[in-house]
């Protein structure tokens, strides 16, 4: 997963995004951000933005900056921008890893379907909390390996393929959280046999 060639696929996908995953992908959005009880004025960073999804989601009173690696992405996000008059969104070209923000930027921090994308997902998160104020909530949804045996071993023959496609399938919320030093709260899935999880963790720097 290589920062190049995540860019050069997500262009490739930025046309048929939204045709692919809006019906897999937007309900978890939603369910996320309604869950973050976003107050008057906030500050929001959204990690992974990708063609803005989610932007109307949003409450109108606080102020969301999303960010996201690929620009051909981020062009649909700037067309949802534009067509729902979203005043309150700014979009960046900017990578998860090296986020160009101060130190407590942010009130919450959120990332969707990202942190198995980037090419090193410890530092990425170690960025969200650098940015992200302390005590301050920071949200992942994401697939993570499987504790189930049998599972996690489907995960791992299926990876060198999902690789290909963009995305990693082996990534264990248990060690990266430990590496990263986020406290993981609690784990939510939607569905029952969802393969993503909602994680809400808190910013204990």
């Not at 009880?37 to 999303?66: A, F, R």
């Not at 993570?144 to 999902?162: Q, W």
């Not at 959280?177 to 986020?182: Q, R, W």
Request: positive net charge.
């Amino acid at each position: 997963m290589e920062r190049e060639s995540v860019k050069r696929i997500y262009h490739k996908y930025s046309n048929v995004y939204d045709f692919l995953f809006k019906r897999m992908f937007l309900p978890l959005q939603k369910h996320a951000i309604l869950s973050m009880d976003i107050q008057p004025d906030e500050k929001i960073l959204d990690v992974g933005i990708g063609t803005g999804l989610s932007l109307p989601i949003y409450p109108k009173h606080c102020m969301v900056t999303g960010i996201d690696l690929s620009r051909s992405m981020l062009e649909k996000a700037r067309q949802k921008k534009e067509k729902h008059s979203l005043h309150h969104v700014t979009l960046m070209e900017m990578d998860a890893c090296d986020l160009e923000f101060e130190d407590d930027t942010f009130d919450q921090v959120i990332a969707t379907f990202v942190v198995s994308v980037v090419p090193d997902p410890v530092k990425a998160l170690r960025e969200m909390k650098r940015v992200c104020k302390p005590g301050k909530p920071i949200m992942l949804v994401n697939h993570f390996r499987s504790r189930r045996r049998l599972i996690a071993i489907g995960e791992d023959l299926v990876d060198p393929l999902c690789r290909r496609l963009g995305w990693r399938t082996t990534l264990p919320l248990d060690e990266l959280a430990k590496e990263a030093g986020l406290r993981v709260d609690s784990c939510v899935k939607v569905k029952k046999f969802d393969p993503w999880t909602i994680v809400f963790a808190t910013n204990t720097k």
